[in-house]
């Protein structure tokens, strides 16, 4: 029998079996495709350092990044796309690009990089499961990474300034959901009656965007406006993931929302307590430890207390 194929991702909230793009698209390329694996939902038991999630791991390999992902499934026989013409498969990778480029950036900078939704949802949602100390360290560090990638793909002439680069990548965000909403019209999936890889890439940036309940949401609002959009979303998650989600009602979801809230602002007051301390230990002058004097005690005294001693 073939070792299973274990896929490490991050977990879900707001009903979603995730609130990860990456690791979105990877479940729901393996619900489409038919792909055997067994997710491990990370936690505070942890050990990864470096934020790479999702992670696939196989009898032999240990695989990350969605597209590398998806296509060992496709040499595995787990095809999503079998069914697709040269040309779709051509419309395929061109859309693919269209959201990394266009959209990907204003999902990023929603999530890591707007202050407000950054401290009161992101950065407590995944501090609240890893472990310590990497709770204070990985979500700094994945927020700097996200913006240095907005940075390296918007930051460039004329754009100089993070205000002039986050107006334009919210243009464009909304351009490509546009686009996007004209290209589905009516269908169940951006290609007929069955998903694809595209459905996969789509159904993973956009559910968190629709599903997350920010304090800040310019671009979520655009998203709500394109019906088509929402109902893909609602489509694949009722369709695929309604087991994993456990089937909790609306109500029940809202306990559930409303407890992770006030779960994460408490870790989330505690990483910043702990930060403070750190920071402020570390500022404060550092003196050289100080030798006790020794106390010489009189021959008397050495006596009285080797009596002391010996006496039961």
Not at 22 to 30: G, I, Q
Not at 36 to 61: F, H
Not at 65 to 93: C, M, V
Request: aromatic fraction near 10%.
């Amino acid at each position: 029998m073939a070792a299973p194929l274990e896929l490490s991702c991050w977990g879900g909230g707001w009903g979603l079996p995730s609130v990860h793009s990456d690791s979105l698209v990877v479940m729901a390329y393996a619900k489409f495709s038919g792909a055997p694996l067994k997710v491990n939902v990370i936690d505070n038991t942890w050990r990864g350092s470096r934020g790479e999630v999702p992670v696939l791991t196989t009898e032999d390999n240990t695989i990350s990044q969605p597209a590398k992902i998806l296509n060992f499934l496709r040499k595995q026989k787990y095809n999503a796309d079998y069914e697709l013409s040269a040309k779709q498969g051509a419309d395929t990778l061109a859309y693919i690009a269209l959201l990394e480029e266009k959209l990907l950036p204003a999902v990023l900078h929603t999530f890591w990089v707007e202050s407000d939704n950054y401290f009161t949802v992101t950065k407590p949602w995944f501090a609240s499961r890893m472990p310590f100390p990497l709770s204070l360290i990985l979500p700094g560090r994945m927020s700097k990474g996200a913006l240095n990638r907005i940075l390296l793909t918007r930051g460039e002439p004329p754009l100089y300034h993070l205000r002039e680069v986050e107006a334009q990548i919210y243009r464009d965000a909304k351009e490509c959901l546009n686009l996007l909403s004209n290209r589905l019209g009516t269908s169940q999936f951006f290609f007929g009656d069955m998903p694809s890889t595209l459905d996969a890439y789509v159904f993973g940036f956009l559910a968190p965007l629709y599903k997350v309940r920010f304090p800040k949401v310019q671009l979520q609002e655009h998203l709500k406006q394109l019906s088509n959009l929402c109902r893909f979303c609602d489509d694949i998650l009722n369709s695929y993931f309604r087991v994993s989600l456990g089937g909790i009602s609306p109500t029940g979801q809202e306990t559930v929302d409303a407890n992770l809230q006030k779960l994460t602002q408490l870790v989330n007051k505690e990483s910043n307590l702990i930060e403070k301390m750190d920071d402020n230990l570390r500022q404060s002058p550092q003196l050289p430890p100080r030798k006790l004097p020794t106390l010489k005690l009189t021959p008397a005294e050495e006596e009285s207390n080797s009596l002391q001693r010996l006496s039961p």
